[in-house]
């Protein structure tokens, strides 16, 4: 498993390097919108069926406040709407950077 060496806002993106020296530069738009909470992606009901929640994102939600350190595993984001459930593991994070 990967573990951060370094994070900081840059502009409109979060950058991150692994202490195996890979970078990644990520949108915070896409980062809010990508939340993993269960507010954000919903969650499974007793059947199985997961309901995803409308988001309504306001313009200080896309503006990252701080981030904390999760184990050795992943970042907590605080947003500027208050919003800060989403735990987001280096393998997702990883995950994020490579989407189109």
């Not at 692994?18 to 499974?44: K, N, T």
């Not at 907590?76 to 189109?100: E, M």
């Amino acid at each position: 498993m990967s573990k951060l060496d370094h994070a900081t806002v840059i502009g409109n993106e979060l950058a991150l390097r692994f202490e195996e020296g890979e970078e990644l530069f990520l949108p915070l738009d896409l980062l809010r919108r990508a939340c993993p909470c269960a507010a954000c992606q919903g969650e499974p009901d007793a059947l199985g069926r997961v309901l995803r929640p409308v988001q309504q994102i306001g313009p200080r939600g896309f503006e990252l406040l701080r981030f904390q350190v999760i184990g050795g595993y992943a970042l907590q984001l605080f947003w500027g709407d208050g919003h800060s459930t989403g735990i987001y593991s280096h393998d997702y994070l990883k995950r994020l950077a490579v989407l189109p």
